[in-house]
């Protein structure tokens, strides 16, 4: 089992700034990726960004490119969202995910195997 705790959301203005945490612990040494995800109230949930623990490679969604920078430290099993000139559009619940298997689209949730319990994101205009 894999435990995620996310931290770091909050209120902000527009062009604020946030930067959110995702701490893993449990049965951590097999994670391939860790990413996260956003659901805004009647909405799906849609992916933001991920990062690939062996070779690095990072992907965001169009919406948060220029914007949002991922992070992690594979060794601490952290993975950090720096999230820069937020937008009301921006407001969700995020949610850090972690995946085991190379199988699967990286960009799709139903891939990630573990999931934290979300935080608040509230971008007022």
């Known amino acids: 089992q894999v435990q995620l705790v996310e931290s770091g959301g909050g209120l902000v203005q527009t062009g604020g700034s946030l930067r959110l945490s995702c701490a893993a612990s449990?049965?951590?040494?097999?994670?391939?990726?860790m990413g996260w995800f956003r659901q805004a109230p009647g909405k799906e949930r849609e992916f933001v960004s991920t990062?690939?623990?062996?070779?690095?490679?990072?992907y965001y969604a169009d919406s948060v490119k220029g914007r949002f920078t991922i992070s992690g430290d594979n060794a601490k099993n952290t993975v950090f969202l720096q999230m820069n000139s937020l937008k009301p559009e921006d407001t969700a619940v995020y949610y850090c995910?972690?995946?085991?298997?190379?199988?699967?689209?990286?960009?799709?949730?139903?891939?990630?195997?573990?999931w934290g319990q979300g935080t608040q994101v509230t971008v007022s205009s």
């Open positions: 990062i690939t623990w062996r070779r690095g490679n990072i």
């Open positions: 449990g049965r951590t040494s097999s994670t391939y990726a």
């Open positions: 995910a972690a995946k085991y298997s190379v199988m699967g689209a990286l960009l799709l949730s139903t891939s990630y195997d573990y």
